[in-house]
């Protein structure tokens, strides 16, 4: 049971390292295209409403990641313990 307990705690700290690694490169990519258009609002609009239209496609990239990891989360926490199959039986 402690072995157990021992593979779902690092299995769980795998899981919240990926997803900060998977978060943290469109965040900063997001926070870049927003301080960009913020800096060119007076003098680019156009230049501006670029940088806002590259931002949104950042933010929905973040809602599809985050929505995986969700995901692979409820995938994780529901699974079932591994029983035994007669192969030969299901397929007769």
């Keep these: 049971m402690a ?17 900060s690694h ?8 997001l926070r870049l295209k927003l301080g960009r258009a913020r800096d060119l ?3 680019d609009p156009a230049g ?7 931002a949104e496609r950042e933010a929905d990239r973040l809602v599809t990641i985050v929505a995986g990891l ?6 994780g926490a529901s699974a079932t313990p591994v029983v035994a199959v007669d192969l030969g039986g299901v397929a007769r």
């Design 3 to 19: 072995d157990r307990l021992s593979a779902l705690i690092d299995d769980q700290r795998a899981f919240a390292a990926d997803a």
């Design 70 to 75: 969700l995901a692979l989360g409820r995938a």
């Design 48 to 54: 501006a409403a670029s940088r806002l239209a590259a």
């Design 41 to 43: 609002i007076e003098s």
């Design 22 to 29: 998977q978060l943290r490169t469109p965040l900063t990519a």
